[in-house]
């Protein structure tokens, strides 16, 4: 929840029991809450039927009554998350504390496939700091990520 790809939390009942421990309620209960992710979140776990986001919500939400999921339905392409990313980067609408050093190797790992996607080792976990930034930029200003246009591809129209 504090650190990097979501702390060491063995699933997201541990990670929502470390976000109250990281942020007693008595302290934040009246901050808006956002949580960001993926459409993953979305997919129901064959072992307990429930979406990781309906787990957080029942979780959090006596916690934090101002508890929102940010999280698209559908996961955009990875060309249109690094674009979205690399524009708001290029106007400054993003800047990223030195002190952040997980965040800064993550983005410095972060490899084209030159297939418009990733290059990932085996068992990745490096490059998921970067995309949550992605995916939060892409939840943030949707707009952004559907106007890009390039020879051949239209987005938003």
Not at 2 to 8: E, P, R
Not at 42 to 56: D, G, K
Not at 99 to 107: I, P
Request: charged residues 25%; glycine residues 6%; aromatic residues 6%.
């Amino acid at each position: 929840v504090t650190k990097a790809n979501g702390s060491n939390a063995r699933g997201v009942h541990e990670a929502c029991a470390q976000f109250v421990r990281a942020f007693p309620p008595l302290e934040y209960r009246d901050n808006v809450i956002t949580v960001y992710g993926d459409a993953t979140g979305h997919s129901r776990s064959p072992l307990t039927h429930e979406t990781a986001y309906e787990i957080i919500q029942s979780e959090l939400r006596r916690h934090y009554p101002n508890l929102r999921i940010a999280a698209p339905h559908a996961n955009p392409l990875v060309w249109e998350r690094r674009f979205v990313t690399n524009k708001n980067l290029e106007s400054c609408n993003l800047l990223i504390n030195r002190g952040c050093t997980a965040l800064l190797n993550s983005f410095r790992m972060a490899e084209s496939d030159g297939d418009r996607g990733i290059k990932k080792p085996k068992d990745d976990t490096i490059t998921h700091a970067a995309e949550s930034v992605d995916m939060a930029l892409v939840v943030l200003d949707p707009l952004k990520a559907t106007t890009y246009s390039r020879p051949g591809v239209t987005l938003g129209t």
